[in-house]
């Protein structure tokens, strides 16, 4: 939703994948900037390897579900429109998958937050470059409680099978929907795949919706509510 400013950045990051046997889906969420002609033009210029969806202003959770259910590949990928990937991480995550029939593989994320300013987040310290992960193990060891660490649950530093995903869609209108459908996910599967080399970088240096939605949101209900909604998500 309008991203003109950055959403060429974003494609360009997908599109110069070395994993090449994928459909990138753009759900233009009811946008009043040029972000309709910009996803209309990456159709026209690379065909049917970019699905274009123009709907109505839905919010994120229903644009997400829209694509998911336009979706034909084996795994899922999401990513915000002001972010952008390495080259590598779908070859690398996927390759994994299959490998060793995974439903969920995830990687560290970049957060830049100005000019020479950045914070990698999930850097485990393990000697091996790629391992499973136990996730009755992972709730054992409070890893949600750290900040660090809440991009277990994030949604886009990881791929999804996407069998799972269209079974269970996000929850419209929820708080924190990305987190409460990660878990939800996680609920179903009993293992899960790491991948420590840092694939996903999270820009929140032009962001304006991070922090604002959440404190807008919050203003119109209190505290009991957003819970509520969060474990109605879940």
């Known amino acids: 939703y309008n991203c003109e400013k950055l959403l060429c950045r974003c494609l360009d990051s997908i599109l110069l994948s070395t994993f090449g046997n994928f459909e990138l889906i753009l759900v233009d969420d009811g946008s009043s900037d040029k972000s309709p002609d910009i996803v209309d033009w990456y159709h026209e210029k690379y065909g049917e390897i970019v699905k274009v969806i ?87 060891e409070k890893i949600n409680n750290s900040f660090d660490n809440i991009f277990f649950v994030a949604i886009w530093n990881k791929i999804m099978r996407t069998s799972l995903v269209k079974d269970h869609l996000f929850f419209s209108d929820s708080y924190y929907e990305d987190t409460a459908f990660t878990n939800t996910i996680y609920s179903y599967i009993d293992r899960f795949g790491f991948c420590k080399n840092v694939y996903y970088v999270w820009d929140k240096r032009l962001r304006g919706t991070v922090g604002t939605s959440t404190n807008s949101y919050g203003k119109k209900h209190n505290s009991l509510d957003l819970n509520k909604k969060y474990c109605d998500a879940l």
């Not at 795994?75 to 390759?95: G, Q, R, T």
């Not at 830049?112 to 950045?118: A, F, I, T």
Request: hydrophobic share 35%.
């Open 54 to 140: 123009h709907k109505t202003n839905g919010g994120v959770s229903s644009a997400r579900n829209e694509g998911i259910k336009l979706a034909s590949g084996e795994y899922i990928a999401f990513l915000d429109n002001d972010d952008f990937v390495h080259p590598f991480m779908y070859e690398k995550l996927y390759s994994e998958a299959v490998r060793n029939n995974l439903d969920v593989v995830i990687c560290p994320v970049i957060i830049r937050n100005g000019v020479g300013d950045y914070k990698i987040c999930l850097n485990v310290k393990k000697d091996e470059n790629f391992f499973i992960y136990d996730y009755e193990k992972m709730l054992s």
